[in-house]
């Protein structure tokens, strides 16, 4: 295995914090990109500092804003400017939201897709040059198994901002391979433990219309949230996704998987995606385009 530089975005907890951890302990040089790292997210860069510390591996920070393209310039340009290059990119940053949707005003949902997709973008213009010229890399973005699978109400503009990114990752990938940069869809499911996606979920600004909602759909968001805990095994561990990421990761060039599933509720999207995947190879193949289907390896034949 060759240590790689890599730059995870929305590390200050969750997936991407567990990630961090699971990244820096394979023996990887691993920035975990929090925003506000002076200010409201001290303590989650001091736990990244004493776990690099208590496990003696290489687990850093960088002040990371996803909303912010300076942010992310900066970010980027630190690590090269440190290493001379990225070879992984794990595009993770995502806020989660809960209510009726109608009650979500427009300015809002424009916040959900800044954080979910644009900030993917940012990062993606900030750091693809870079591996463009290289003719090396590995981009993993961390989608949701609501792009797919079972969609419960009350997550609405959530999973409409997942899809969107999910969708960009599905054009990247075509659009990357000839570059010799390969691409790697993870597709957690409803972690109700291990994560604070739940606990810390943005509700709508417009309390008139929940009220509205709520005379219909009375405790709905608890009922969602209980359902979807008991769909759960009891042993599932939200650390598993961190762990796929990382034996990606270690895959060869070449052979790292394009989607992975990775759902104890079972809420269908493996199913569904075995389709969806399926038609996006065979139509590839039908107009000519089946080499987009796997990453070219560049002229000295080295690859992330």
Known sequence: MSKKIILITGASSGFGALTARALADAGHIVYAGIRATTTRNTAAVKEAEDYAKAHKVALRTVELDVSSQDSVDQAVAELIASHGQIDVLVQNAGHMVTGPSEAFTPEQMADIYDTNVLGAQRLNRAALPHLRQRGSGLVVWVSSSSVKGGTPPYLGPYFAAKAAMDSLAVTYAAELARFGIETSIVVPGSYTHGTNHFAHSGSPADSAVVADYDQKYPGLLEEVAKKLAALSPPDADVGE???????????PHGTRPYRVVIDPADDGSA??????????????????????????????????
Do not use: Q, Y
Not at 241 to 250: Q, S
């Open 241 to 251: 996704v961190a762990r796929e990421i990382a034996r990606i990761v270690d895959l």
């Open 271 to 304: 199913c569904v995606s075995v389709v969806a995947d399926h038609i996006r190879k065979e139509f590839l193949s039908r107009v000519g385009l089946d080499d987009l289907l796997k990453p070219a390896t560049n002229a000295s034949g080295s690859a992330a």
